[in-house]
């Protein structure tokens, strides 16, 4: 695990798509997996930027998005897949065919999962995963509990988390209880996994990820055993950490 301390928000957000646009250069068909929160909005608008300025082509790029809210529709500003085409997709020249979003309005949300997991087989393995961090250490919706689920499943998300969600609702009974979310082994199997982690509130999580061993209480912690990690930490998301903690 390698983690890179960058000043700001502006900065991790221009290393993070660099990053992405190399690996989409070297290789244009390459499989992305894409993350939400208001954590990678600065690194879309970069690559809407290389975009436009010609350095980076989407066309031929597939992307998986790791989660979906249960019960929201895609005209929900809340929703994944509109925050998705929002902050990203609608911007850039991405094949809408080769957009994968869970579909947290399925009927069958069993069935959805299974699909999902399904595309990612046939598609996969992804070249690059971006990660957020919850406060609590989730990835994804992975959320931490005794046992974490292997593969796309329907996951319960703690009241902690949808606390610090409610942020983007109106208050916090319009928070779902539920999202589809790739599982520990979907998120694992990526070539490469960048995790994002800006900003004071993040401190306390992003030095108990580092300095703790590996605990499924800390879901975030389980990718110390995947061999291409990289940490994109502003000053104020490691400011805890002991710089001989930092690579494990
Ligand atoms: C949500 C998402 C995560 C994200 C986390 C952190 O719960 N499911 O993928 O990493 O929030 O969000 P933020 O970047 O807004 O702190």
Known sequence: MKITVVDDYHKMSEVAARMIVSQINEKPDSVLGLATGSTPIGMYKKLIDYYKNGEVDFSNVITFNLDEYVGLSKQDPQSYIYFMYDNLFSHININKESIYIPNGTAEDLEQECKRYDVLLERFGPIDIQILGIGVNGHIGFNEPSKDL???????????????????????????????????????MRAEKIILL??????????????ETGISTYIPASILKLHKNVEIIADKDAASFVEKRNCIA
Do not use: W
């Open 197 to 210: 982690a800006s900003g004071k509130s993040k401190a306390p999580i992003v030095k108990r990820m580092l």
């Open 149 to 187: 689920v292997l593969r796309t499943h329907v996951a319960y998300l703690s009241e902690e988390t949808r606390k610090a969600n409610a942020r983007f609702f109106d208050d916090i009974s319009k928070v779902p209880t539920r999202a589809i979310t790739m599982g520990i082994s979907d998120i």
